[in-house]
């Protein structure tokens, strides 16, 4: 197999990429996994990015073969290993990852999705994997997995690319009709206000975000402040420090979540 780093190779064959991974960590490299389901925009350029930066580090983006991969090759990333869940699991997914997040506020964490994350790096062998806060659900549960199950993997959350709206750049939010574009853009604002509410406690927080959903006719299917591992929330401030506050809702027949960190106690920066 010809293979020449920031060149973009393409592999197809589980064999060849896990090879290839194999002799990289041999040599004291370190292999990073970037995975994309969707085609790919700016969030998902950050990632690779983020991977890019890690030092000496192979880039592998996995990758459904249908997606044009013209950014990747444009970004120089050392490999693009294209797979479909067929070919992942001949006999389908028989075993999933799952846990009370994949059941959480509708089924926002996509056991499916977890799992495949997991088969890649059961393939791959990375030491190193990438993933976004967009999808906040899948992220803790794809670490609490690779903590639980031992994984050697080290992973590396990426903030939420935003328009200078404050959207999350992602293929859902894009599929919000025009019509429905303040609604979503409340969503976003709602956390905006309780990061500013945060100096006044939890239950502030909260009462700032609902007004603004409120004012744009938003009622939320969740609206909720948890531990940054979506545990149960700090309970008291200043001490607590740390939160996540998590919003999901239904804006043009699209469902959206969107998160973002608070420190309770603390005025925001």
């Known amino acids: 197999m010809a293979f020449e780093r920031r060149q973009a190779t393409r592999i197809t064959s589980t064999r060849h990429i896990a090879m290839l ?20 925009h700016a969030g998902h350029r950050a990632l690779v990015r983020a991977a890019q930066r890690i030092p000496g580090a192979l880039v592998i983006v996995a990758i459904h073969p249908d997606v044009d991969c013209t950014p990747l090759i444009d970004a120089r990333v050392d490999a693009i290993f294209t797979y479909t869940d067929a070919e992942l699991w001949p006999s389908g997914p028989r075993t999933l990852v799952d ?100 100096q006044d406690g939890a239950a502030a927080i909260l009462v700032a975000a609902h007004a603004v959903l409120a004012a744009a006719g938003v009622e939320p299917d969740e609206l909720a402040l948890y531990s940054l591992m979506l545990g149960p929330a700090p309970e008291s401030a200043p001490e607590a420090g740390d939160a996540r506050l998590v919003v999901t809702a239904t804006v043009g027949g699209v469902r959206i979540t969107d998160s973002v960190r608070v420190v309770l106690g603390a005025k925001p920066r």
């Open 99 to 198: 846990s009370p997040l994949s059941q959480a506020a509708g089924g926002d964490g996509d056991s499916v999705a977890v799992t495949r994350i997991m088969a890649l790096l059961g393939i791959i062998g990375p030491t190193d994997l990438v993933l976004g806060e967009k999808n906040i659900r899948q992220l803790v549960q794809v670490q609490q997995a690779i903590t639980d199950l031992h994984y050697p993997v080290v992973v590396h959350e990426v903030p939420t690319v935003r328009t200078s709206e404050g959207l999350p750049v992602s293929n859902r939010y894009a599929a919000i009709p025009s019509a429905a574009h303040d609604q979503a853009v409340a969503v976003s604002a709602s956390l905006i206000a309780g990061m500013y509410a945060a």
């Open 21 to 40: 991974a194999s002799v990289m960590k041999k040599q004291g490299t370190p292999v990073v996994l970037v995975p994309f389901t969707t085609s790919i």
